[in-house]
């Protein structure tokens, strides 16, 4: 079969499945996320010699660190993964949950239950263990997956599949519950996103370009795992030995992540002391900083910001800064140049922190602790799809309740409409 014919074969198999998905009792759904558990902890070594394939053609084609750094798995990936599985299965199956429930005055009872999306398309780029965590959630949210992953994880990406697929099987769980697209060719991209008889979601996770391509060519709904133009606020009167510790984590911790901060911005008040202060801990990390006319006056190492940098995503260990006069200008800064992901305050002032929570336009905001904790396995929520930045359907991780929509159900006895 040509590739229109492969992709397409693997969606219908996959919404075939989704009907059969929706009847499974949630020990039967963990079960398959316990075989899983179980079989990337038996190929572990066979998982790490596919990725070391990846990692050396990324060498090879000299993609950046932060790049290979998202790509790499280590035994602290493949222990994160399996933990990942072991959360969702302790977490409440959301399927059949009633939401809303009433009685009408001619006796009609009126519910609205949580039921699973059908067929989730995810593509994304780099990252292998998004394997893991989405074929987890869709499957525990009664779901089914097809997994498209970039060429850049090819290897580890079917090495991963294939092991998900065996367990599903083994779980006793309907052929086409997980599908994975194993070629590289982008033209499987392309017939996914037209696929809309048999996918019902897509979900984009990786750079610009990929959210923009899928976006622009989809006849699906889409929700999006967009840029993360992250910013924390440091205001006057904070806390300054808190701040440090809060900007460094935001910023160094893991540079290549959605949820890193980019942009550092200090209240004129705080700059003064704070900025010599962090100065010194960045640039003892490897830190290039960017900075604005106002804050060079306390960085002797920085080099001049321009209005570009405030509006991009390094994925790297690279920071803008700039002095704020007020917390408006702090809020309107962020709501200007930030991707409405994860923004921070440091602040002692509960005012302030008020004011910063209700008008930051991001998924998720922060008050005195780092935009590093915007993930679903922090929010409790076991594993994420993605982080969205979007306003419908859902905002910040997808977790899930987020991979699931909602039916009416109503019951009578005889009812009409007069």
Do not use: W
């Not at 780029?125 to 525990?140: D, F, G, I, M, Q």
């Not at 009416?408 to 007069?418: A, D, L, S, T």
């Amino acid at each position: 079969m040509d590739i229109k014919e492969t992709v397409t074969a693997r969606a219908k198999r996959a919404k075939a499945a989704s009907y059969a998905m929706m009847r499974l009792s949630t020990e039967k759904k963990n079960s398959a996320l316990k075989h899983i558990a179980d079989g990337l902890n038996a190929d572990r070594e066979a998982i790490k010699a596919a990725n070391k394939k990846d990692i050396e053609t990324a060498g090879k084609s000299g993609l950046s660190a932060a790049f290979i750094d998202r790509l790499t798995i280590t035994d602290r990936t493949m222990a994160s993964m399996i933990k990942s599985l072991n959360d969702v299965i302790s977490l409440p199956d959301p399927v059949g949950e009633v939401t809303f429930e009433t009685a009408r005055p001619n006796g009609m009872k009126v519910q609205r239950v949580r039921m699973p999306l059908g067929v989730i398309g995810i593509i994304f780029e780099s990252r292998p263990n998004v394997c893991v965590e989405a074929s987890s959630l869709t499957l525990k949210s009664g779901n089914c997956v097809i997994l498209r992953g970039g060429s850049d994880a090819i290897n580890s990406n079917v090495c991963i599949g294939n092991i998900i697929r065996a367990a599903v099987k083994k779980a006793g769980l309907p052929e086409g519950a997980v599908e994975i697209i194993e070629t590289t060719d982008r033209e499987a991209v392309n017939v996914m996103l037209k696929l809309k008889d048999y996918i019902d979601v897509i979900i984009p996770r990786g750079g610009k370009s990929l959210v923009e391509t899928v976006a622009q060519n989809s006849a699906i709904p889409v929700i999006y795992h967009d840029a993360g133009i992250c910013h924390t606020y440091v205001d006057k009167g904070a806390n300054q030995v808190m701040a440090l510790k809060i900007v460094l984590n935001a910023k160094v911790q893991r540079p290549s992540t959605c949820n890193a901060m980019e942009t550092l911005l200090v209240h004129a008040e705080a700059a003064e002391k704070f900025l010599p202060k962090i100065e010194e801990v960045f640039r003892k990390a490897g830190v290039e900083m960017r900075a604005d006319v106002k804050a060079m006056k306390y960085l002797a190492s920085a080099k001049p910001a321009g209005e570009a940098d405030f509006k991009t995503e390094y994925n790297d260990m690279i920071v803008n800064i700039k002095v704020v006069d007020s917390i408006e200008e702090a809020i309107e800064h962020i709501n200007t140049y930030g991707s409405h992901h994860s923004d921070a305050i440091v602040s002692d002032s509960r005012e302030a922190s008020d004011r910063f929570t209700a008008e930051v336009d991001s998924a998720a905001v922060f008050v005195n602790a780092s935009t590093r904790l915007h993930d679903g396995y922090e929010f409790g929520l076991g594993a994420e799809m993605g982080i969205s930045n979007q306003k419908l359907h859902v905002r910040g991780p997808m977790g899930l309740k987020e991979l699931t929509s909602e039916k009416y159900v109503v019951k009578g006895n005889g009812q009409i409409r007069e």
